[in-house]
């Protein structure tokens, strides 16, 4: 490994302090809404796992959400107990613990705030590799990108894992960076034992940063060259991080009932007339890297950084493995990424480094552009501008329906905490979340053999419903205003 360049100083650390600071005032915003933003339907999946670990059972082996029926089953069975098997469930454990023992702030801020201390170690982690690789301007610009621009403070306080599995993965990749440094044995055993625990955590968490050993394949050929191969504790490596997740999924078998489908997140994405394919379709170009990428993220201008500092000739190897590594995630999930905006979680550090390296190198080679201070201008002017549109766009990501939380209300005070509803959400959990209840988000079977398997009350805010209802059954309506109506099922 070749000597370091920048040194690591006093100014750094001030510099970085204060970045990191200003991140997390920024991720402050709205931190105290109710759990019905962008992507609720996910978050609140998140969140009510961690609920029924402080109301019902603490144990990472059994996490239970609210949705009790059959639509989020792989094999389309009902799901009584509300088990949820994904990701092993410690971030929802952390702000569980958090919530349990200092309830003084609400469930959900735990768990944005729990994000937000993650997202603060991403910063850092970017800041360090990009002083070491690239230089100081590098490392300021690409963790001030992270730490302040809309789209990655809304994704870093979200209650979702996706931060903090990545924030896991970057410490591996620092641990093992010190790594292939270090000369003496019980140092080296101790960052490769560090970096070995926190990507198999991190894959526990969220296995799609299971890309991200692209670039921990590099740093190994790095230290060793092609004789990597012959060297044992990098076959090790990759055995003992990639043992738990796969000792986690066939764990996870026993419980079907309980683990949703995902074989489209691939190749397909979700439309009214079903599941369509759009994988190397043009379609996902332009949904990932026009409309995402390009205009969300970036708020337009600022892609021409990020171009550059990704075609550049600069010899910043280990940072364009990160690169890489997020664009092969990008090319093999792309339905999900075209599904969801927060799996475009797992990129945003390779983008905030592109924009560092592109930006720096600009600036290090003004002589080839205008003049110095129009040119410095110009980039300032580029930077506020993709600020301000990223925001007009992201902003709209923060709101929620109002009307969704007087619901919840109103079914929290005519019901009891044990009753079992449905509501006609078409599947989104946002509802039951809000107003504390078990049972299922959409009409999935007659309400006369849902009455039978114990769900006392359905609510509905379609008016055709309603009169369908009417004159079918004779349900008594428990509640009814112009927005929605509450059935008993007797």
Avoid at 128 to 139: G, H, I, P, Q, V
Avoid at 260 to 289: D, M, Q, S
Wanted: overall charge positive.
């Amino acid at each position: 490994m070749k000597k370091n360049r920048v040194p690591f100083k006093k100014t750094d650390l001030l510099v970085l302090s204060f970045i990191i600071i200003v991140a997390f005032v920024f991720r402050l915003y709205k931190i105290n809404t109710p759990l019905a933003d962008l992507h609720s339907w996910r978050q609140v999946d998140t969140a009510a796992v961690a609920r029924n670990f402080v109301k019902i059972k603490f144990d990472i082996f059994s996490p239970r959400y609210d949705d009790l029926s059959s639509l989020q089953s792989m094999n389309g069975q009902d799901n009584p107990q509300g088990y949820r098997f994904v990701e092993l469930p410690l971030y929802n454990a952390i702000f569980a613990l958090l919530y349990k023992y200092i309830p003084s702030l609400p469930l959900e801020v735990w768990g944005r705030l729990t994000s937000v201390f993650f997202s603060l170690i991403i910063i850092a982690v970017i800041y360090y590799l990009c002083l070491k690789e690239s230089s100081r301007l590098t490392a300021i610009i690409a963790a001030l990108v992270y730490a302040v621009f809309p789209f990655f403070v809304f994704f870093s306080r979200t209650v979702l894992p996706e931060t903090m599995a990545l924030s896991l993965a970057f410490m591996a990749i620092l641990f093992m960076y010190f790594f292939t440094a270090e000369k003496t044995n019980f140092k080296s055993g101790l960052l490769f034992t560090m970096s070995v625990i926190c990507f198999s955590l991190s894959m526990l968490v969220k296995p799609t940063t299971i890309f991200f050993t692209l670039t921990i394949l590099y740093l190994f050929y790095r230290k060793y060259g092609l004789s990597l191969f012959k060297k044992v504790h990098f076959y090790l490596y990759f055995l003992f991080i990639g043992a738990p997740v796969y000792l986690w999924r066939e764990y996870i078998k026993a419980f079907p009932e309980g683990i949703p489908p995902n074989a489209w997140l691939i190749t397909n994405v979700n439309t009214y007339e079903g599941l369509k394919n759009i994988f190397f379709k043009p379609a996902f170009f332009r949904w990932i890297f026009y409309e995402r990428i390009a205009n969300i993220i970036f708020g337009g201008y600022l892609v021409f950084f990020a171009v550059l500092g990704i075609i550049a000739k600069q010899k910043k190897l280990l940072l364009h493995s990160i690169i890489f590594s997020s664009l092969a995630y990008l090319l093999v999930f792309q339905g999900g990424n075209v599904q969801h905006e927060y799996y475009q979680t797992l990129i945003l550090p390779a983008l905030a480094i592109a924009v560092g390296l592109g930006t720096s190198f600009v600036i290090d080679n003004l002589k080839l552009f205008l003049h110095p201070v129009l040119t410095i201008m110009i980039i300032l002017m580029i930077y506020g501008l993709s600020f301000f549109f990223s925001f007009y766009r992201v902003r709209e990501f923060y709101k929620y329906p109002e009307d969704l939380v007087q619901i919840a209300k109103v079914i929290k005070t005519l019901t009891k905490e044990g009753d079992k509803i449905i509501t006609d959400r078409l599947g989104d959990t946002t509802l039951l979340y809000l107003s504390e209840r078990r049972g299922a988000p959409a009409l999935y079977r007659e309400l006369p053999e849902l009455q039978k398997i114990g769900y006392k009350y359905f609510v509905t805010q379609t008016k055709d419903t309603v009169i369908s209802i009417k004159s079918r059954f004779e349900y008594p309506v428990v509640f009814e205003n112009d927005q929605f109506t509450i059935f008993e099922l007797l």
